[in-house]
């Protein structure tokens, strides 16, 4: 308990002191070696008080009492100056300019002490050699130490000779002989320990040079970062904005039972160019959210066969007038339910098929869909192989492939659409599910794309030998996902929305997406419309809230719109679609969130949510 009470008490002062050291001269060796000369200045506290208790036995047992005493308690006094100039404004950061006063003083007292020593010489030779040691561990320049080593030797030569130190005495001519080790070993240990110094010194630093540039250099990232995340946003909402025209007022038009067969042939073209030009911009931001980390799995539970049809029924439809056929090779016992992400796992197959597809003239295109159980985990790993007998890929290009935005043999591939983003895309998807990829390819023969993805297991039964039969002949029929996924237009006369966008084409386009359900709709053109509207009594089920408007944004718009106490249900309906923003739309005081281009299936689920449950019996 003792102990403990010493150890804190100096600890205090070591931490006093400390704080009083200066860490602006540290860019030089010196200024290193005075920055630790205040980290233990404490010690002069300690060498204060410690020859104290000693005095009476040097009364009794040394030649020059008086002499003796004096030095140790000028020692004494010296060393309480120095603790109080260490608090002046001058001497605050000069700790080693102390800390030299009280060695050197320590260093010259002791040899006046060990040379006036008379008959007990050599026992104060053996104490205070010991004393002289302590000086060379501390945070000195070596040149200081040297001088006062061989200056310490010097000065108890002489005074030894003046005050008869009897050197024939076998006692204190071991007692010198130790002396002269401990000098020697003094000078040794100094440069060795002031280079050690040096050393770390130099390598602090250095690392501290090289982590303020990591920091530099991760601020330049961040803001690349932040520039990037703004320029994708920009590109985001500036293209989907006509992409939302196009590909709504195309659905919309294609909707009509009435059209000709030439006009309908038309609209569609444009629908399938404006869903290419949208899956290549969902390709740059899918990209994004994976080089940032941000991209996340969204695993729940999917029929299998359904995805299969649904990424076969989507890919052959590319094939048109080639002489291309289409083989699908399915195990029967495939489970008929996973867990996992299947909009990913779909991208996955929509990529590999595609470039099957674009990149092959004539022949064949397989796919081959296996599983088999995974005993590490009781998970499924599913297995699917796409070989074709495409271009191929020469040795060169494959250790290219999965490169950002490479494209090879552009010469004759100049008019098949894509960036070159997919197979890069395929790769990090499958890293995320924990899978593989594999690519056997000759150029002029064809390709084999092999991949494997890890799924959880579901309690299921296979799909079977009807089931794998109908998948292969393409005429497998999923009734209970094509109920889902019809949109039944039931009017809601009942129910007001309120459409706010500064673009009057996605006021068009969002009209006439909603006038199927017979809604009572009314439009603003700004933020600030919509606040003078809801001042104004307005009320209605939903509010459809543009993001990115100027002046005054939908973000700003539903924080005033909060601010006065609208309780209403508010959606974000916006062409800025990166990452994160839905958490951003929720915690910002949006109910839902839906990207432009609009989906029209989301919108009659958000209605049916919001309104359709207000029916009236």
């Not at 949109?487 to 673009?503: F, R, T």
Request: aromatic content about 8%; proline content about 3%.
């Amino acid at each position: 308990m003792k102990n403990t009470l010493i150890i804190q008490i100096i600890n205090k002062i070591r931490v006093r002191f400390e704080a009083y050291g200066g860490e602006e001269t540290r860019d030089t060796f010196n200024g290193e070696l005075n920055y630790e000369a205040g980290r233990v200045f404490y010690l002069v506290f300690l060498v204060a008080v410690i020859l104290l208790p000693y005095i009476p036995g040097d009364l009794v047992m040394h030649q020059n009492p008086v002499y003796i005493v004096s030095i140790k308690i000028g020692l004494t006094l010296l060393c309480l100056i120095l603790i109080a100039l260490r608090f002046t404004k001058y001497f605050r950061y000069k700790p080693g300019l102390l800390l030299m006063v009280m060695v050197g003083y320590l260093y010259i007292g002791s040899a006046m002490i060990m040379a006036t020593a008379g008959d007990a010489a050599a026992s104060y030779i053996s104490s205070f050699a010991l004393i002289i040691v302590i000086p060379i561990f501390l945070p000195l320049p070596l040149k200081f130490k040297i001088t006062f080593i061989i200056s310490t030797f010097l000065i108890f030569l002489l005074l030894s000779m003046r005050y008869d130190i009897d050197f024939s005495d076998s006692v204190i001519q071991n007692s010198f002989f130790d002396l002269i080790a401990v000098l020697v070993i003094s000078l040794i240990m100094s440069h060795s320990l002031n280079k050690l110094r040096y050393l770390a010194w130099k390598q602090q630093k250095k690392l501290i040079s090289t982590s303020s540039e990591l920091e530099e250099a991760l601020i330049e990232a961040q803001k690349a970062d932040k520039s990037k995340s703004d320029f994708l946003a920009t590109m985001s909402h500036e293209i989907r904005t006509p992409l939302n025209a196009i590909l709504g007022i195309s659905q919309l038009q294609l909707q009509n039972e009435n059209l000709s067969d030439e006009l309908a042939d038309a609209l569609g073209k444009i629908n399938n160019s404006g869903t290419q030009l949208l899956g290549i911009i969902n390709d740059i931001l899918d990209m994004s959210r994976i080089e940032t980390g941000n991209l996340e799995l969204n695993p729940a539970k999917y029929h299998l066969p359904s995805l299969i049809n649904d990424s076969v029924q989507l890919n052959i439809v590319r094939i048109g007038s080639k002489p291309i056929t289409f083989d699908l090779e399915i195990d029967k016992k495939l489970p008929s339910l996973l867990y996992g992400d299947e909009l990913r796992l779909k991208q996955i197959l929509n990529n590999l098929l595609s470039n099957a597809i674009k990149y092959t003239e004539k022949g064949h295109i397989k796919l081959s869909i296996t599983a088999s159980d995974c005993t590490d985990n009781g998970g499924v790993l599913l297995r699917f192989d796409v070989s074709d007998t495409g271009q191929g890929i020469t040795l060169k290009d494959q250790e290219h492939l999965f490169a950002e935005y490479t494209r090879f043999n552009f010469s004759a591939n100049r008019a098949i659409e894509g960036v070159g983003l997919g197979l890069t895309i395929v790769r990090k998807l499958v890293a995320i599910m924990g899978g593989t990829i594999e690519v056997k390819s000759e150029y002029g023969v064809g390709s084999t794309f092999s991949i494997t993805v890890l799924q959880e297991a579901v309690e299921c039964a296979a799909i079977g030998e009807e089931i794998t039969s109908k998948l292969r002949n393409f005429t497998y029929k999923d009734k209970n996902r094509l109920e889902s996924t019809k949109i039944i237009y039931e009017p809601m006369p009942y129910g007001s929305v309120l459409i706010v966008d500064d673009i009057e084409i996605n006021l068009f386009v969002a009209e006439a997406a909603l006038e199927p359900y017979e809604l009572q709709i009314e439009m603003a053109s700004s933020g600030f419309e919509t606040i003078d509207k809801i001042k104004n009594g307005s009320v209605y089920d939903i509010i459809f809230m543009d993001h990115m408007m100027p002046h005054m944004d939908g973000v700003e718009t539903v924080a005033k719109l909060r601010e006065l106490g609208y309780t209403g249900v508010i959606v974000a309906l916006t062409a800025n679609a990166l990452v994160g923003n839905s958490e951003m739309f929720a915690q910002n005081g949006f109910d839902e969130f839906i990207s432009k281009p609009i989906d029209f299936a989301q919108l009659d689920n958000i209605l049916n949510k919001f309104i359709r449950r207000k029916q009236p019996d």
